[in-house]
């Protein structure tokens, strides 16, 4: 997956959240940041923002 795919699925994670009741200033920090992760760091936040979505849906 390439950084803009991982961009669009970040913006649909963090909407996702905030709608599930999460802070959005906190979230708004991992689109600010995304840029300067590397590969890895990208994949890894996405996989947790992701697992956290499931948690709360489950909730």
């Known amino acids: 997956m390439n950084i803009e795919e991982q961009k669009k699925e970040l913006e649909e994670l963090i909407k996702k959240l905030i709608a599930l009741g999460e802070d959005a200033d906190e979230l708004n920090f991992w689109t600010e940041m995304f ?12 996989s947790n923002l992701s697992k956290e979505a499931t948690d709360l849906e489950k909730a």
Request: no cysteine; hydrophobic share 35%; charged share 40%.
């Open 35 to 46: 840029d300067t992760m590397d590969e890895g760091a990208r994949s890894k936040l996405l």
